[in-house]
Structures are given as C-alpha cells and as structure tokens.
C-alpha cells in the first residue's frame, strides 16, 4: 500500500510502498477512502507530541471494512466506518460511565502510538472503527464525513461540557481553524442567543459567519475583551471557548466573561495564565477543560449529520501524496475549517 511516513520529528512526510496490513485477533483492517488533517494531527507531523518513529500519522478517516481478525463480530467485510480517535480499554470505571477520555488504562491515540490514517489501508483495534449510520454519502463526500469524528465530535462535547443554553452569548477563540469554525456552527445549532467568532485573520472571519456565527471580531488589534464588552453591552459574554489557548486568548476570556461564565480550554499550548481569584469568586466564574469527545458523542455527531442538522465544511483537498503541502500550510495558519487528504 501507499503511506504517508513521518520518519523523524519535524521531517517531511514521506510517501512510501508498504506492506498491506493483515488484522490479527480482535483487529480489523479498512481501506481508507480520506483522512481529514487538522491541527490535531500537524501537531504530531510538526514534533509537538510525543511519537515513536517511523509512524503513519492521521486519524479523521472514511474507511470501508476488507478484512477482520479472530474474534471480531461486530464488523464485516463491505461496512463504512469512521475511527475513534484513542485507544481506551473499555473496562475501566470512566469508560464504563461514558467518559473514555479519562480512561485509567489509555492506550495513546491513533496515528501517534499506532499507525493512522495517512494511508491506503489502515489496522485498528476493531473497537475502534464506529459504523457508519445510513444517510451518510460515504463514498460520494468522504473527506466531510471522515472528519466529522473529530471537527463535530469535539464541539459536540463542548455543547455539554459548558452546559450551552439558548439564553447564552457564546465567543468562539481561534474560530477560523478546523474545531472553531464547527464550533461556531455547532452552537449556532445547540440555539445560543449569540455567536461571537473571534481570530487574528480577518479572510477567515467571513467563513465563521456563513458557518453561524452572528458578528465576528478580527483580534489582531489587541483589543478582544473590549470588543466583546462593547458586543455584550458591557454585560461580558457566557461561555468562552477557546481553540488557541494561550496565555493571552484564556485571560482575555476569562476577562471578558460575565456573571456565571464559563471559560472552556481546549488547546494544548499549555502555557500558564492567570486568573483574578475575587472575580472567580465575585462572578461565579467556571474554568473547564474539554478533551476530545467520547464514543457515545462520536456516534451522535455521525448520526447528526446523516439527519441533516449540519454539515462539515472541508475548504481543501488534496491526494495522499500532496499530505506535506497541506502541512505547510496548516503551519502558517492559512487553511480555514478543515483539508483533507483523498486516496484516490
């Protein structure tokens, strides 16, 4: 088969013939029809997680089962399938109660700790392939589809984790990438009162707003939390949700927050911030951290847009073997929504 290889950190992609796989016990082999790249996945082709090389990266795939191992009942050859993205051991008290993302026994994820998407067939634990639910144009749109276990899944979550209610005013940071735009959207679905989308790039911003969003504020200027007050009438917003994460996005959320409000962090630039303890204190205010999506919330998303509730937005695609122009360009921040890689 064909592969995309990353053989050291921050290397070019390196296109590849490999062996096909073959599913050992409780394993499944799918074709990959598209692989969705994000930034989750440029963070492991730029060196920022940690990966044992040479590794086939890339997890937002369309597949189609061909091949499963001893012991596999619930695949069979011909079904369309989508993969979760962490290996979790389905036992533990977290994954027992729905919350597989605090699993006690985690495995790592797919296309770091085994082998992803970024090629013509992919071997996973068969747990982790999630069917496809009918309605779903899986072979006619599979770039949209295969990334809607990541770019919906996630926001989905986030619907939940921020408690999201239709009296909310919700600011959306980073909301020009692949998780932001869906989240604006996703919230504009969850009914939110206002979408605020907030980037630093201005030719993104015109995307948030056809994705849902209501007004949208170019952050270039420095002057975030006063935008959103001057938005908000001075009230603050609801729910900040922020994609980037950096020092400067979490403090100016948190600051620009109102009575209540709820601050969600989902990047992992994992600088330190700071946060004034009488306004947590005097306003209520809640921090919280999104991680993923769990199965349950992976399989709802799919199900969500096989009923026409929503539709993910792929602005680029490109064949496996342009994967490391796509890369470069995820680098420099000049992909809006999501790209994704076609096999053919």
């Known amino acids: ?18 062996t096909d796989p073959v599913p050992g016990a409780g394993e499944a082999v799918a074709k990959v029809l598209a692989c969705g790249a994000g930034l989750t996945i440029h ?13 086939i990266i890339g997890h937002e795939i369309t597949g189609e089962i061909v091949a499963v191992g001893q012991g ?22 977290w994954c027992r109660i729905n919350r597989e993302t605090l699993c006690e026994r985690f495995g790592g994820y797919i296309g770091r700790d085994v082998d992803g998407g970024y ?14 639910p009918e309605g779903l144009d899986w072979r006619g749109k599979p770039a949209e589809v295969g990334v809607i276990c990541d770019a919906i899944a996630t926001p989905i979550k986030v619907v939940r984790r921020a408690r999201l209610q239709p009296a909310d005013t919700v600011a959306v ?16 679905w969850a009914r939110a009162k206002k979408v605020i989308a907030v980037d630093t790039m201005a030719s993104k911003l015109e995307t948030c707003l056809k994705a849902g969003a209501d007004v949208a504020v170019d952050a270039s200027g420095g002057r975030v939390v006063e935008q959103l007050m001057e938005l908000t009438g001075g009230e603050g917003i609801d729910v900040a949700i922020d994609f980037v994460s950096s020092k400067s996005t979490l403090e100016a959320g ?44 992976v399989i709802e998303s799919l199900e969500l847009v096989a009923r026409g509730e929503f539709f993910p937005i792929v602005t680029e695609k490109a064949p496996l073997e342009k994967a490391e122009a796509i ?18």
């Open 254 to 297: 948190a600051r620009a927050l109102a009575k209540g409000g709820r601050l969600v962090t989902l990047g992992g630039n994992s600088q330190p911030f700071e946060l004034d303890p009488s306004q947590l204190l005097r306003k209520e205010i809640e921090v919280l951290g999104s991680r993923y999506a769990t199965r349950q919330e």
């Open 327 to 344: 890369h470069q360009r995820l680098e420099k921040g000049l992909i809006t929504a999501r790209a994704a890689l076609l096999m053919s």
């Open 1 to 18: 088969m064909k592969a995309m290889v990353l053989k050291s950190t921050n290397t070019p992609l390196v296109l590849e013939n490999l």
């Open 173 to 188: 940071f980073g909301a020009g990438g692949g998780l932001g735009v869906h989240m604006t959207m996703v919230a504009r």
């Open 119 to 132: 090629a013509e067939y992919i071997k996973l634990p068969a747990r982790n392939f999630l069917r496809l």
């Open 43 to 55: 963070h492991a082709r730029a060196g920022r997680v940690p990966i044992e090389y040479p590794r």
């Open 72 to 93: 596999v009942t619930q695949l069979k050859t011909g079904d369309p399938v989508t993969a979760y993205f962490y290996l979790t051991c389905g036992e533990c008290r």
